[in-house]
């Protein structure tokens, strides 16, 4: 490399110490590398921009977004909320079972960390505290339960790894179902242990006439994600048209059934996600002219010597990138990781062996857990305004969760019919 280029790289990694935005950072250091050093035309970057967001997978990505913001802002939530605590609210901890168990549709729903756990601050955070349980434990639980909205499908992670790899989003879906489902088994472990040591007090337990009346009303929203995941692994229809059916059923049920939805809020909705998708798309475009930059000054071959030469036993390589994507998603946005270390990952795994679709599941757990790791998961930050907690004080609370969660980790990355079976079942080509 030449100066010049080492002096735009250490832009970057200024950039990103003082804070700058990812989209910015990324993008001004790669731009003055691809004209100065690779002699790439200036028009032609804006044609890597189309290129990198017109693929027909990627599409689906503002459409489960536009989905997600119906149905939260549908009123359903709080029928959701009402029916988990009523099934298993009197048992010990059972309010913050139901916390994961609510994440976990929620995270089928709307495939986003982020808007799961403004979704379960604001609604389960107040409620745990009047129940007796300590705010920041509840707060530390919303925080990691969130990340389930990564890791079940359709998850916004599957959907940008798929594209960019070329690997099916449908198979990537079904996939995340079994990691999906064990990180929320080991959440709900945990949240028990927790709850007895502590001496949280269980619930009333409610009858089967408000279990039946409580599942009524929540029927719509529990209906979204076997529609959508039914759909797809049924065959009737692909991802992206699946979350088109999934935004034209969260309008049905926002506006004629909950009817919580007018015109003033459908603006509101249509424009946040506008908004959400502009700002994704924005990152994976900068990150992925870092990856070209990178690509182009063979970072990516030079990383896959210096980890093949510590070891060529698969498993401890992917021990290795397992420690390295718990510290990257501890400072860095999980999807401008995902779009700079993929490329830089993949041939190492696929040289020692491991299934494309597998690693993807490895990829989305990891950057669940960096999301809430301390000090610098950018979820925790969020969860400090929605909770109204220090950052200190979540973090300590978090620490039992995010153990589970890499107990996950390593189940998901060292048995690989966990993510492996479902795709097979269905016939996925692996």
Not at 206 to 228: G, N, W
Request: proline letters at 5%; aromatic letters at 10%; hydrophobic letters at 55%.
């Amino acid at each position: 490399m030449e100066l010049f280029d080492y002096l735009a790289l250490s832009s970057i990694v200024v950039l990103f110490l003082l804070g700058t935005p990812l989209a910015v950072t990324f993008s001004i250091g790669s731009i003055a590398i691809m004209i100065h050093t690779m002699g790439f035309p200036l028009g032609n970057i804006s044609q890597v921009f189309f290129t990198t967001i017109s693929s027909y997978p990627m599409l689906a990505m503002p459409f489960f977004i536009l989905a997600g913001n119906l149905i939260l802002a549908s009123g359903g939530m709080g029928h959701l909320r009402d029916f988990m605590n009523r099934l298993v609210g009197h048992l010990p901890g059972g309010m913050a079972v139901a916390i994961c168990i609510f994440a976990a549709f929620l995270g089928s729903i709307s495939g986003s960390a982020t808007a799961c756990l403004a979704i379960i601050g604001t609604i389960f955070v107040p409620m745990m505290a009047d129940s007796g349980y300590s705010r920041p434990f509840a707060a530390g639980l919303a925080v990691t339960s969130a990340g389930l909205g990564a890791v079940i499908p359709p998850s916004v992670f599957m959907i940008v790894f798929g594209a960019s790899n070329r690997v099916s989003v449908a198979d990537l879906f079904a996939a995340g179902v079994g990691p999906g489902l064990l990180a929320a088994f080991l959440m709900c472990l945990t949240s028990v242990w927790i709850s007895k040591k502590r001496g949280y007090q269980s619930g009333v337990k409610a009858t089967f006439a408000e279990r039946m009346d409580s599942f009524k009303k929540a029927f719509p929203i529990i209906l979204m994600p076997l529609i959508v995941l039914g759909g797809i692994y049924a065959g009737f229809f692909t991802p992206t048209e699946a979350a088109v059916v999934a935004v034209v059923y969260g309008f049905i049920v926002g506006v004629f059934i909950y009817r919580n939805i007018d015109g003033k809020l459908l603006v509101k909705i249509l424009r946040d996600g506008a908004v959400s998708t502009a700002q994704i798309m924005i990152l994976i475009c900068a990150a992925t002219l870092f990856g070209y930059v990178l690509t182009a000054n063979r970072i990516p071959d030079m990383v896959a010597t210096a980890i093949l030469s510590l070891s060529s036993n698969k498993y401890v390589i992917l021990l290795l990138i397992n420690i390295l994507l718990l510290i990257v998603g501890a400072f860095m946005d999980t999807t401008a990781a995902l779009i700079i270390l993929v490329p830089i990952l993949y041939p190492i795994v696929t040289s020692v062996g491991v299934n494309p679709i597998h690693f993807a599941m490895i990829i989305c757990v990891n950057l669940a857990v960096g999301q809430v790791t301390p000090p610098f998961g950018c979820n925790l930050f969020v969860a400090c305004g929605t909770a109204g907690i220090g950052l200190e004080a979540i973090s300590k609370k978090v620490v039992p969760f995010i153990i589970a969660l890499i107990v996950c980790v390593l189940l998901v990355t060292y048995i690989e019919p966990i993510s492996l079976i479902l795709p097979q079942l269905l016939g996925a080509q692996m």
